[in-house]
């Protein structure tokens, strides 16, 4: 077998005998199924016939060594084949015991890097109430979490359910948990799995995905070492969260906004993908209110173009008469842009839709730091150092992630890093009625 612990931390391993099938065929195995901190699942196969790469898995079924029912499935793939073992990675493992469960039951979610405080702490998040709290040695592996940039299990949720036919609601709930604490703590807070247990403790099913997690990085939007701001914070921002997701598909925002945080890459890359999260805000926010488009759709406007561009080259020849005329018509073809929604103007109607207040300046420098990023991949040389405007994209965006949350608590601005941690927290301002 493979000495799995050389390739990184493991969180769950299963041993076993079952059956791999694939498209049109099956082989006899025995396996070792692991998980790593990261997410992935890999499950080692000693088949009982050649198989050849060009085989595609389909699944992995079988006992463990302790006689539970195992099942792995999700987009099987080999990684690796050699003689009659074979390295699969996949994207979901379901353990069971085969008992009938009954009520209630316990859901405990293993979660990635999130740093608790508090031993636990109580939440109300929709129409369950919620305990996350510390795993053992979380002070240790917090400590090796961000020493090294890495990902691990930190802490526990725990949910009470009425019954196993929850499940999937219940699953829902911390899927959106866990994406409030990632924008809160500015980097990816995921779930890898769950075990599901009578209230004594009895197993009655355990569940390992294959979720996407993110390093550590410093730069929280809220002071997340204060139990009672993460409290605030997740109670009142769920209440809007799929109203949310509905309007401005804020899910995809929220990734993409704690993504760009991650040290690995220049700066200019960093904050130009911050930009796009304001371009997807943008595109929401002009489709959800019928504005992609100023004057006619795209597809009527673009049909009769040719007369708008033969009398704005008309004009542009009469008035640079001595210009190439390539150059000019080069020119006319931009009338087509006569119809886009400006970025300037749409930015503006979305501070104000979602209440946050935000004077023009502010927006114009955005704008500026926007198009500098977008058509030079530099940052313009006006308004101070890479970090400072990286700082700025980030908070600003930041606030408007948290005003469509209806968040009017407070949050570090990072553009006052140097002037110490209490200039950093600054209370939203929010409109009134927003």
Same mark, same amino acid.
């Given at each position: 077998?493979?000495?799995?612990? *050389?390739?990184g931390?493991?969180?769950? &391993?299963?041993?076993?005998?079952?059956?791999?099938?694939?498209s049109?065929?099956?082989? !006899?195995?025995?396996?070792?199924?692991?998980?790593?901190?990261?997410? !992935?699942?890999?499950?080692l196969?000693?088949?009982?016939?050649?198989i050849?790469?060009?085989?595609?898995?389909?699944?992995?079924?079988?006992?463990?060594?302790?006689?539970?029912?195992?099942?792995?499935?999700?987009?099987?793939?080999?990684? %690796?084949?050699?003689?009659?073992?074979?390295?699969?990675?996949?994207?979901? +493992?379901?353990?069971?015991?085969?008992?009938?469960?009954?009520?209630?039951?316990?859901?405990?979610?293993?979660?990635?890097?999130?740093?608790?405080?508090?031993?636990?702490?109580?939440?109300?998040?929709?129409? %369950?109430?919620?305990?996350?709290?510390r795993?053992?040695? %979380?002070?240790?592996?917090?400590?090796?979490?961000?020493?090294?940039?890495?990902?691990?299990?930190?802490?526990?949720? /725990?949910?009470?359910? @009425?019954?196993?036919?929850?499940?999937?609601?219940?699953?829902?709930?911390?899927?959106?948990?866990?994406? $409030? /604490?990632?924008?809160?703590f500015?980097?990816?807070?995921?779930?890898?799995?769950?075990?599901?247990?009578? =209230?004594?403790?009895?197993?009655?099913?355990?569940?390992h995905? !294959?979720?996407?997690?993110?390093?550590? +990085?410093?730069?929280? /939007?809220? @002071?997340?070492?204060?139990?009672?701001?993460?409290?605030?914070?997740?109670?009142?921002?769920?209440?809007?969260?799929?109203?949310?997701?509905?309007?401005?598909?804020?899910?995809k925002?929220?990734?993409?906004?704690t *993504?760009?945080?991650?040290?690995?890459?220049?700066?200019?890359?960093?904050?130009?993908?911050?930009?796009?999260v304001?371009e997807?805000?943008?595109?929401?926010?002009?489709?959800?209110?019928?504005?992609?488009?100023?004057?006619?759709?795209?597809?009527?406007?673009?049909?009769?173009?040719?007369?708008?561009?033969?009398?704005? $080259?008309?004009?542009?020849?009469?008035?640079? #008469?001595?210009? @190439?005329?390539?150059?000019?018509?080069?020119?006319?073809? %931009?009338?087509?842009?006569?119809?886009?929604?400006p970025?300037?103007?749409?930015?503006?109607?979305?501070?104000?839709?979602?209440? =946050?207040? &935000?004077?023009?300046?502010?927006?114009?420098?955005?704008?500026?730091?926007? !198009?500098?990023?977008?058509?030079?991949?530099?940052?313009?040389?006006?308004?101070?150092? #890479?970090?400072?405007?990286?700082?700025?994209?980030?908070?600003?965006?930041?606030?408007?992630?948290?005003?469509?949350l209806?968040?009017?608590?407070?949050?570090? *601005?990072?553009t006052?890093? @140097?002037?110490?941690?209490?200039?950093?927290?600054?209370? =939203?301002?929010l409109?009134?009625?927003?």
């Amino acid at each position: 077998m493979i000495n799995w612990s *050389d390739y990184g931390k493991l969180v769950a &391993v299963y041993r076993g005998d079952g059956q791999l099938r694939f498209s049109g065929d099956k082989a !006899n195995c025995s396996f070792e199924l692991v998980q790593f901190t990261n997410g !992935n699942l890999f499950a080692l196969c000693q088949v009982s016939k050649s198989i050849g790469l060009e085989q595609t898995p389909v699944e992995l079924t079988g006992k463990t060594e302790d006689g539970r029912n195992l099942t792995f499935s999700g987009k099987l793939r080999i990684t %690796h084949l050699e003689a009659d073992k074979i390295v699969v990675l996949g994207q979901f +493992v379901t353990v069971s015991d085969g008992l009938s469960a009954g009520a209630p039951n316990r859901f405990t979610f293993g979660v990635t890097n999130m740093f608790l405080p508090a031993r636990q702490l109580s939440l109300e998040v929709g129409d %369950h109430a919620i305990v996350i709290r510390r795993v053992s040695k %979380h002070s240790e592996i917090v400590r090796a979490v961000k020493a090294s940039n890495g990902t691990d299990v930190t802490c526990e949720i /725990l949910v009470q359910a @009425d019954s196993t036919s929850d499940r999937e609601a219940i699953k829902k709930t911390i899927d959106d948990l866990c994406l $409030l /604490l990632t924008l809160a703590f500015g980097y990816r807070v995921a779930w890898l799995y769950y075990h599901l247990t009578t =209230l004594e403790e009895q197993p009655i099913e355990s569940f390992h995905g !294959n979720a996407i997690t993110g390093r550590f +990085v410093c730069l929280p /939007l809220i @002071d997340v070492r204060s139990p009672p701001q993460i409290t605030r914070f997740v109670e009142a921002a769920y209440e809007h969260l799929q109203k949310a997701e509905e309007y401005w598909e804020l899910r995809k925002a929220v990734d993409a906004y704690t *993504d760009a945080k991650a040290e690995g890459v220049f700066l200019e890359a960093r904050a130009l993908q911050l930009v796009v999260v304001m371009e997807h805000l943008r595109s929401r926010y002009l489709v959800q209110e019928q504005k992609t488009f100023i004057l006619q759709p795209p597809e009527v406007f673009d049909r009769s173009i040719e007369p708008f561009r033969k009398a704005v $080259l008309g004009i542009l020849a009469y008035e640079y #008469p001595d210009v @190439d005329q390539d150059r000019l018509a080069m020119m006319a073809s %931009h009338v087509q842009g006569l119809n886009w929604y400006p970025f300037s103007c749409a930015l503006s109607e979305i501070c104000v839709s979602v209440g =946050l207040s &935000v004077n023009s300046r502010e927006r114009r420098r955005f704008v500026n730091i926007r !198009n500098g990023l977008v058509h030079q991949f530099a940052f313009p040389s006006d308004y101070g150092t #890479p970090w400072d405007q990286f700082s700025f994209v980030m908070t600003f965006i930041g606030k408007v992630l948290l005003a469509i949350l209806k968040y009017d608590g407070v949050y570090f *601005d990072w553009t006052k890093l @140097d002037q110490g941690e209490g200039k950093m927290k600054v209370r =939203l301002k929010l409109t009134a009625g927003s």
